[in-house]
């Protein structure tokens, strides 16, 4: 079956960066982990999907983006457990042994997971996944003009979260 290989090198290729795009959108490993299975079956499901994608990442990152909005619109109002828990913060980042980088990382997540959403998830895919403003805003359905605002005011946001903490370890070296 050729449609299944396909998915089987798309799932090896693309998961772990969905994964942590995901991550950053929902605040929720649970949910994380359902969308990225949705979007995979979704795809099983309906192979001709692909048919005609030029840009697989992007293509991925679309359906990614749409099904976590969608989850969020589904989900509505949640009860206040809920609520508690999704404002956690989750780390993106791997784990370290350096107590420094554990700070920075921590505070980084933290940072990260105050941006809106919309910032918080060009800022990821153009700095974690490398993509152009034209990728984001194919992946995303937005202007360009729009991807690199939103890019500009949360690196703007993080910037000015971060400061205190860059001046800190600055002073410490």
Not at 110 to 116: H, K, Q, S, T
Not at 133 to 138: D, L, R
């Amino acid at each position: 079956m050729p449609g299944s290989l396909d998915i089987e090198r798309l799932y090896d290729e693309h998961a772990q960066p969905l994964y942590a795009f995901l991550l950053n959108f929902t605040r929720d490993e649970a949910d994380t982990r359902d969308l990225l299975q949705e979007i995979f079956i979704k795809l099983a499901r309906k192979p001709k999907l692909l048919d005609d994608i030029r840009e697989e990442r992007a293509f991925l990152i679309r359906l990614a983006h749409n099904a976590a909005i969608d989850l969020m619109r589904r989900r509505g109002t949640r009860d206040k457990t809920k609520e508690n828990f999704a404002a956690e913060k989750l780390s993106p980042f791997a784990p370290t042994n350096d107590p420094d980088e554990k700070v920075f990382r921590a505070e980084l997540a933290n940072a990260l997971g105050e941006l809106p959403e919309e910032q918080r998830s060009v800022v990821h895919l153009k700095l974690w996944e490398g993509l152009t403003f034209e990728e984001i805003a194919a992946a995303l359905d937005v202007p360009p003009n729009t991807a690199a605002s939103r890019y500009r005011y949360g690196l703007d946001k993080l910037r000015e979260r971060l400061r205190p903490l860059y001046e800190e370890m600055k002073k410490a070296e």
